[in-house]
């Protein structure tokens, strides 16, 4: 199986087969486990990928799948002179999580997007590519579309800090921004069933999840770079909503690890649903993997 695997049963990934696409320079910030196989499949194509990695021992493996290696460390000194032509390209898709796990990252994410935007705005690129969340939207209040992001707190400081980060970029003149918000990834070596595996007492079973497979990450980042679309901000989600109680066990059933067990609740009025509808008209698409209980690599 291919690092994006079998494409035979569920349709390959989109990738628009125009000389516009494979005639494009294109900077990735953050090669990392979402990255690196849409820099792989973008340079299979025949783009010129420049892509970016924190990690020394990696720069080989950039070389070996056909992307132009940089050693990137983002913050809030970052100097663009360093790595020039990095930022010579026609696109650049920034991929860098805010670090949740950060006691600074409401502050510290802003400062590190901003100084992305001064480095934008020293080279050739016109149009920016940003991987958001949906933890910018407010953790309950039912169905979100994306014009709800900032009417109420975000779910997280991680979640405030992206909602920054978006503000800057769109207010930038010299290019365009187009965001797209991921609900939470799963596929291949990572699953959200197995972080909960056998614990217990867990709340908020009865809240429905907000998933999304790798591979339709993927697919989606393709369309939008082969649309062109401009100015614009999508959620990508998963159609499929299942409760987090439903899900979990039955997807560690599936994965033969010890199920994790949920508090009862008395009622779910409090939910979160993220609503794909957007990015399904307007880009036309269907999703690969549609249900996250959906077998799938």
């Given at each position: 199986m291919s690092a994006l695997g079998s494409e035979s049963a569920k349709g390959a990934l989109y990738l628009g087969r125009t000389n516009h696409l494979y005639q494009m320079t294109?900077?990735?910030?953050?090669?990392?486990?979402?990255?690196?196989?849409?820099?792989?499949k973008l340079?299979?194509?025949g783009t010129t990928v420049r892509g970016s990695t924190t990690n020394h021992s990696k720069l080989t493996e950039l070389n070996e799948r056909g992307i132009d290696?940089?050693?990137?460390?983002?913050?809030?000194?970052?100097?663009c002179e360093e790595h020039p032509d990095f930022w010579e390209s026609e696109l650049l898709i920034i991929n860098i999580p805010p670090g949740r796990s950060r006691r600074d990252v409401r502050s510290r994410h802003p400062r590190e997007v901003d100084a992305i935007r001064q480095c934008v705005e020293s080279g050739s690129?016109?149009?920016?590519?940003?991987?958001?969340s949906t933890s910018v939207?407010?953790?309950?209040?039912?169905?979100?579309?994306e014009e709800d992001a900032g009417r109420e707190p975000a779910t997280s400081e991680s979640g405030e800090a992206l909602l920054e980060a978006e503000a800057t970029l769109r207010a930038a003149e010299a290019f365009d921004t187009?965001?797209?918000?991921?609900?939470?990834?799963?596929?291949?070596?990572?699953?959200?069933?197995?972080?909960?595996?056998?614990?217990?007492?867990?709340?908020?079973?009865?809240?429905?999840?907000?998933?999304?497979?790798?591979?339709?990450?993927?697919?989606i980042l393709l369309k939008l770079i082969h649309s062109d679309i401009r100015n614009d901000t999508f959620n990508a989600v998963s159609d499929g909503h299942p409760t987090?109680?439903?899900?979990?066990?039955?997807m560690a059933r599936a994965l033969?690890?010890?199920?994790?067990?949920?508090?009862?609740?008395?009622?779910?009025?409090?939910?979160?649903?993220?609503?794909?509808?957007?990015?399904?008209?307007?880009?036309?698409?269907?999703?690969?993997?549609?249900?996250?209980?959906?077998?799938?690599?």
């Amino acid at each position: 199986m291919s690092a994006l695997g079998s494409e035979s049963a569920k349709g390959a990934l989109y990738l628009g087969r125009t000389n516009h696409l494979y005639q494009m320079t294109l900077s990735i910030l953050g090669c990392g486990w979402l990255g690196l196989p849409l820099a792989t499949k973008l340079a299979a194509e025949g783009t010129t990928v420049r892509g970016s990695t924190t990690n020394h021992s990696k720069l080989t493996e950039l070389n070996e799948r056909g992307i132009d290696p940089f050693l990137i460390n983002v913050n809030d000194q970052l100097r663009c002179e360093e790595h020039p032509d990095f930022w010579e390209s026609e696109l650049l898709i920034i991929n860098i999580p805010p670090g949740r796990s950060r006691r600074d990252v409401r502050s510290r994410h802003p400062r590190e997007v901003d100084a992305i935007r001064q480095c934008v705005e020293s080279g050739s690129i016109r149009r920016v590519l940003f991987v958001s969340s949906t933890s910018v939207y407010h953790k309950f209040g039912g169905v979100k579309t994306e014009e709800d992001a900032g009417r109420e707190p975000a779910t997280s400081e991680s979640g405030e800090a992206l909602l920054e980060a978006e503000a800057t970029l769109r207010a930038a003149e010299a290019f365009d921004t187009t965001i797209l918000r991921l609900g939470g990834l799963y596929g291949y070596n990572r699953h959200p069933a197995k972080n909960l595996s056998g614990r217990k007492n867990l709340s908020g079973g009865e809240r429905p999840v907000n998933l999304i497979h790798r591979d339709d990450a993927i697919s989606i980042l393709l369309k939008l770079i082969h649309s062109d679309i401009r100015n614009d901000t999508f959620n990508a989600v998963s159609d499929g909503h299942p409760t987090r109680k439903e899900f979990y066990c039955e997807m560690a059933r599936a994965l033969g690890v010890e199920e994790p067990q949920f508090t009862p609740e008395k009622e779910s009025a409090s939910y979160k649903i993220i609503s794909n509808e957007k990015l399904k008209r307007k880009l036309s698409y269907e999703f690969l993997y549609p249900h996250p209980a959906d077998p799938a690599p």
